[in-house]
């Protein structure tokens, strides 16, 4: 497994990314939530390129026109764990997507995971083209459908995308059945203990955990006497 930077959950705005971004985190445990800067206008986005993983839940509200999709922040995002969960009075989500008026797509074209038994929201995002009807949720999270009132009305291009996709031309990654992770070349051929992708086929070459993490492993249970 690469070697991690594991950085608290948080709460940010926009022009608060780039401080986050120059620790490198590669795994944020906890939740992060993101909304923007009063008046801050478009402004300039700092991308959280080295997240792969958060452990809680991603939240984003109200960013009005800062951006029109969430790749352009956390384009290697892969797995979230919804380890606490969003609760609300409708469920609980791993993924929390609300008023965001010029969001045009979703854009986490590297998101193979949302665990936890958690849904996804997605409302009162209006500009919101790709994400509410082109992204299979159902496959995401294990069973959940998502929650929305977005119209939706993107259509991805079928010469290259199998019925998903996160943006016209950028198909949905589907990990084959009974398969938690694939290989460069999108063979499942990673270690049991491996979530979503690997660089090899130890246990130590993946970039997420199916279960848990210890001394530069992925592991089934942890070791007696650690938690």
């Not at 203990?193 to 942890?222: I, M, Q, W």
Request: contains cysteine; proline residues 5%; glycine residues 10%.
């Amino acid at each position: 497994m690469p070697s991690s930077a594991v950085c608290p959950g948080a709460k940010l705005t926009v022009s608060e990314l780039a401080e986050l971004g120059n620790k490198n985190c590669t795994v944020i445990e906890g939740s992060l939530e993101l909304n923007v800067d009063p008046g801050s206008g478009s402004g300039v986005i700092s991308p959280l390129e080295s997240v792969v993983q958060i452990t809680g839940s991603l939240l984003v509200s109200n960013l009005e026109e800062v951006i029109d999709s969430l790749g352009q922040i956390l384009p290697n995002l892969a797995v979230i764990r919804s380890q606490p969960a969003f609760g609300t009075p409708h469920g609980v989500f791993g993924l929390y997507v609300y008023r965001n008026s010029h969001l045009r797509s979703i854009g986490l074209r590297s998101l193979t995971h949302i665990l936890g038994n958690s849904r996804v929201l997605l409302w009162d995002n209006m500009a919101l083209m790709f994400g509410s009807s082109t992204v299979d949720w159902v496959r995401l999270t294990q069973g959940n459908s998502p929650l929305t009132n977005d119209r939706g009305g993107g259509l991805c291009n079928k010469s290259l995308c199998r019925g998903s996709c996160w943006e016209e031309n950028v198909c949905q990654q589907i990990l084959p059945d009974d398969c938690y992770a694939v290989d460069k070349n999108g063979d499942c051929s990673c270690h049991s203990e491996c979530l979503s992708k690997c660089y090899g086929p130890s246990a130590r070459d993946c970039l997420a955990c199916r279960h848990f993490y210890y001394n530069g492993s992925c592991v089934l249970t942890c070791p007696h006497g650690t938690y």
